[in-house]
Each structure stands twice: as structure tokens, then as C-alpha cells.
């Protein structure tokens, strides 16, 4: 979802939401870093940063 993938509440999924999550690549889950959790398996994957990705330049205008 796309509200989800703005993890920097700019409004649109731009590089620095993935830059975000992948700074915390491979690390645990934690209440802190939930969001960053796109697929929600529990795990920062390669996963997450795809399913970010393929909302990249999205706007979260497109969720209404």
C-alpha cells in the first residue's frame, strides 16, 4: 500500500523511503521499524524493498 511505502510521510514513495528501509536491511522487526516491514513476514528483506519499490513515484493522492 502506498501509505505504507511512504515510510518519511512526504507523500510520495521517492528514493529516501528506500533509502530508509534499506538502512535497515536484514535487521530485526521491531515496533520502531514496522513499517518498513512491507510484506509482513517479520524480516527487512530484498522482499520489502522490491514490493517498495514497484510504488516508487507513487503519490499517496492515488490511495483516495
Known sequence: ?????????????????LTVLANHFLEPVTPATAR????????ITILDLTKMANLFLENVSACS
Open 1 to 17: 500500500d502506498i501509505m505504507r511505502a511512504d515510510v518519511d510521510d512526504d507523500h510520495a514513495v521517492t528514493i529516501l523511503d
Open 36 to 43: 518498513y516491514n512491507q510484506d509482513a513476514d517479520n524480516a
